[in-house]
């Protein structure tokens, strides 16, 4: 059971109020008209499914309804931080952490983690 | 039938099991019954490698070896061979599935499942006992009514049945319409059922073994080596750069690390799915009922257990154990339907890691590196097609090109938005 940590609320809340909502930093194409086929699959379905440390969106769906982040260890699911949306996460040492947010290198992640 | 008891060259011969083997052994104390599969070396050099020991990859191997005559195959597995999903999923087998491209796919399947233990010479335990997906409201019978005429156009068994009809085939299912969310009715495929899980695994490794291939296990691909955009081997932790001329990847949840290796991306996303086992109890259940709206599903094993599963994770997690919220969800489903086994004991709770495709249904596809072929994404229903899978996939490795009833489930569909929509259709939502 996770304990995670609503932002807004700023409370420790349980596993149960909550809905994971996937990948979080995905920003919404800003011009869709000209966007290829290619590109529309990539935005709608591929997702960097990490091994390791991965931030993902989740929603307070029984508490303030607000979405935020969350940087998880989908292996050893330890919750690294939880922060609001709009907001940056400072990469650690141990994250090699891209500008989508993820883990970019399953390589590293996955030699390194096993 | 043909059994696998052809040896390839430089293999013994492999004796068949029979009645009169088991009365023999019972004479020489059960001491003297043959290996069921070789241990072997890796060769430098195979013409084609599959990543993945589970009853998906063996059965690739198995059909290869019999039906396109490779013999220089290997599987390798980097733990012990259905050591994966394939020990650990509910073993219901069943093809009522909506859309025509999925319907051949696991229509095939059970094609062969009805053979299998004769193919195979391996008592697989495929019990055909039947399915029951029950409707809790209108919708959902209107489902069902859909998803069985279009299973019957296809040539599938199935039936629609009322409350009445249900509580027939289960007695001790609450179809009484005084619950929170009553038994309306259920879509019924007789031929439906279960099978031994581990036995599929044993039975294709011992069959792919006779004909000659090497089961390698406890051997972890680390990399895959590429060389001018073709795939040319396999890098292992513990014996080196494999070589092969094609490779078939089957590794379910780490698919998307395999795909890491080669350079591309796949558009799944790895969740847990559990399932739980109870202690033994008196026969109470001779089919497998499962349910979408209240989100469970239960059958009864040999040994008198009560299998049952339920939904996964919502979120990625490759830590092969559920959550407990899932299991609170699941034991109420399961109470709902069946409220006097509320004082069972559960034995065992276990986590498989399952991958899903953004349409719920596997991709079996060449991939965009030449000599590279996955079969993944078999998300949470992956044990029903087991031999229908390695069928197809066997024969896309061999001829390098899908079949038709392999083609509609290839890697591009997510960008030509031909997507199969079996999400909505499968007799349990996930």
Known sequence: ???????????????????????????????????????????????????????????HAAGCGKYFNVSRNTQTYEIYATYKTGEVLESTSQMSVGPTGSVLNYRTADKEGS | MATPTRSAPGIPRMSRFSGFGLIKQAYRHQEHWQRMWRNPKPKKHYDIVIVGGGGHGLATAFYLAKMHDKVNIAVIEKGWIGGGNTGRNTTIVRSNYLWDEAAHLYEHAMKL????????????????????????????????????????????DGEVLDAQQCAQIVPIMDCSGSTRYPVLGASWQPRAGVARHDAVAWGFARGADSYGVDIIQQTEVTDIVIEDGAA????????????????????????????????????????????????????????????????????????????????IDGYVGYGQRGSFPVIEHTMHAILELFPQVSRVHMNRQWGGIVDTTPDACPIISK?????????????????????????????????????????PFNYWRFRDGSLIDEHGAAGVAH
């Open chain 1, 1 to 59: 059971m996770f304990l995670i940590h609503c932002p807004y609320c700023e409370e420790h809340r349980e596993e149960e109020e909550f809905h994971a909502a996937g990948q979080a930093h995905l920003p919404r194409p800003l011009d869709p008209d000209s966007m290829t086929d290619e590109q529309w699959g990539d935005y709608l379905f591929y997702r960097k499914n990490t091994r390791g440390e991965y931030r993902e969106l989740w929603v």
């Open chain 2, 367 to 407: 991939t965009p590196v030449e000599n590279l072929f996955f079969n993944c994404g078999w998300g949470t229903g992956g044990f029903k097609a087991t031999p229908g899978s390695g069928h197809v996939f066997a024969d896309l490795l061999a001829k390098g090109e899908p079949n038709a009833i392999a083609k």
């Open chain 2, 113 to 156: 499942w009805e053979g299998l233990s004769q193919e195979l010479n391996y008592n697989v335990m495929f019990s055909q006992r039947g399915v029951l997906n029950l409707g809790h409201n209108l919708q959902d019978m209107r489902d069902i009514e859909r998803r069985v005429n279009a299973n019957r156009l296809n040539g599938i």
């Open chain 2, 232 to 311: 040319v081997g396999v890098q292992t932790a513990q014996h080196g750069v494999i070589k092969a001329d094609r490779i078939g990847c089957v590794t379910a949840g780490n698919s998307g690390v395999l795909a890491g290796y080669a350079g591309f991306e796949l558009p799944i996303e790895s969740h847990p799915l559990q399932a739980y086992v109870s202690e033994p109890i008196k026969p109470i259940l001779d089919t497998v009922v499962m349910s979408n709206a209240v989100h469970g599903y239960m059958s009864q094993s040999d040994k008198g257990d009560l299998v049952i599963g339920a939904g």
